[in-house]
């Protein structure tokens, strides 16, 4: 029997219980100092709060203070579950805690910026463990269009693990098949991670067609603004695959799950989009934080804001053009100023 | 000034009328034997009927017998405006009084299943006239995510122009480029087919999540089914990919606007994911076609029933792997037997 410990008991941490489970692993589920009543349901009644399911029987919830038992001597895999808020924390206890270098899958995705580049959270994480443990802390990374409310019921589920190490990243696709959850191998970190964060950047400009369309007359014949928002897809698509390209990726994962699908699903609805919403109503960026989403995380306007440094660095440079990438620069603009989003539609698809 | 002659009143040639006329174009719009009342309403009232719109004033239209006045003798370009199963028809008009070789542009877009191989529609049509009028017509066609509504009250719509004359299809976009309209240029034949009618077969699995949803039991927690959607249009992407190279096309064009830009905008509603939502449903093809959707033209449906000869001809051949096209083949399969779709899960996102 093996035992994965998850860290973190938010909603995306919590559903990876279900394959784990399914697959015959011992789960223990430990909250962070946020998780107090999640953790506290599920100790007296097996139930998430935030997903609205009943957990496994084989799930054991631990609370913030009680990492080290969970721990235990005999935790064969680590899954952080904390969100890109809560990194820093969770690696701190980890340096702490970790008494010999278990191996780590990640749920926390994406790009951390820093001035002149941007690196995969997967490498901040590796680096962050490289004093204590040497680089012998294997550590992998999920992606992937997953809602994990679907994941937590089952539905039918498919993500892509990223690890440096390809044989970790395939042992762990076979750890956790099941007839719901279909996770695909690849070493690709840059393309994969490149993906997983800007898709939640392109998702605020695809949101915006909706919002555009609250804001302008009825038309005579009720046409909505589905051909808008299917042409700032796919110039998302076009310059996700010139970002990646920019970056070192491999524009595979472009069209694959991290890339397209994880877009797909994240278009369809969330606080990215609904970000691009308000955006198309008119309001600014700021009007939009001051307002209608007034304290809420938003992934994609983080790492816009986050990264348009790096992004610029790398147009002076000549890693990157401005004219392939019309679309992320009038965002970055938008995201930045007292201004409103303005699509450059002249701009989008003259080239790669 | 020039002119443009619209053969065909239906939704989409109509909504052509727009962007043609912004641009200065005498248009003259000729109704097939179906169109009756769409002409007779256009020449009392500037009212298209379909559409729900007043044409603007330069829109002059001509009843099913007047194709020869609308022609006269000044026609610039002719716009097929015909749906798929009116180009036989379209083509025998144009044998018979087109005079001289008038350049066409198509939006009657896909391909012809031959036996053992696939045609595109633009050169099927190229082959016909040429007994008349030797290599001289220059053809090209649209394609890429254009509702007509939308762009017949000027929202904002990308498409593709795609034609062997590469100085064709530059000139078209020029043409016809408005502050709501961009078209852009490709040499890319096969590929912008390929894509452009491939697109409504993989809409039509798309959309089978929503209907698979409505048939099981409501989670716990109320989950919907977009995880799903969002490995299946993931995997779509896939194969057109495959099929692209197959076929001898550039993949470019599958992250174009005739691929992932209009699969993204047919997924969201019409026929090809209504069919998927019955196939969903536990409905097989046949009972879908005798009961809820009877009558009703599916291009998706119609293009794979007529197509699976010539893929499978392809795979026997080598050209193609059955392992690239899984979801293809389960299609193929729901659409000729007496089955019900059955999803390869597991063979999704194995390989290219």
Not at 44 to 64: C, D, E, G, R, S
Not at 88 to 105: E, H, T, V, Y
Not at 205 to 216: K, T
Request: hydrophobic content about 40%; overall charge negative.
């Amino acid at each position: 029997m093996k035992t994965v410990t998850i860290i973190g008991a938010g909603v995306m941490g919590s559903a990876m219980a279900l394959p784990f489970s399914d697959r015959g692993y011992d789960v223990r589920l430990v909250g962070t100092h946020l998780d107090s009543e999640i953790i506290a349901s599920i100790k007296t009644k097996h139930f998430h709060p935030k997903l609205n399911v009943t957990l496994p029987a084989n799930v054991q919830a631990y609370a913030h203070g009680e990492l080290v038992a969970a721990l235990g001597s005999d935790t064969d895999l680590i899954l952080l579950g904390v969100s890109s808020a809560g990194i820093s924390w969770a690696l701190d206890q980890l340096s702490q805690f970790m008494q010999q270098p278990i191996p780590i899958l990640m749920i926390t995705k994406g790009m951390h910026a820093e001035i002149n580049s941007l690196v995969t959270l997967p490498d901040v994480v590796s680096n962050s463990l490289t004093e204590k443990f040497g680089s012998s802390v294997k550590i992998a990374a999920i992606a992937g269009p997953c809602i994990a409310g679907e994941l937590a019921v089952r539905r039918q589920t498919g993500t892509i693990i990223v690890s440096h190490d390809q044989g970790f990243a395939r042992q762990l696709c076979q750890d956790l098949e099941t007839d719901y959850y279909h996770p695909r191998p690849s070493i690709d970190m840059i393309g994969v991670e490149t993906c997983a964060a800007f898709k939640n950047f392109f998702a605020i400009a695809v949101g915006w067609a909706n919002g555009y369309l609250e804001q302008i007359p009825t038309a005579e014949n009720k046409a909505k603004n589905n051909n808008a928002a299917a042409i700032i897809f796919d110039q998302a698509v076009h310059e996700l695959i010139s970002l990646t390209k920019a970056l070192g990726g491999q524009i595979e994962n472009v069209w694959g799950m991290a890339g397209v699908g994880d877009l797909y699903v994240t278009c369809q609805a969330g606080r990215n989009s609904k970000l691009g919403t308000n955006l198309g109503r008119g309001l600014t960026y700021s009007q939009v934080r001051e307002g209608p989403m007034k304290g809420d995380t938003i992934e994609g306007a983080d790492l816009g804001r986050a990264a348009a440094h790096a992004i610029k660095a790398m147009i002076a440079d000549g890693t990157l053009t401005k004219r392939s990438i019309p679309l992320t620069l009038s965002l970055l603009s938008a995201l930045s100023t007292e201004t409103s989003l303005d699509m450059p539609w002249k701009d989008f698809h003259q080239t790669n």
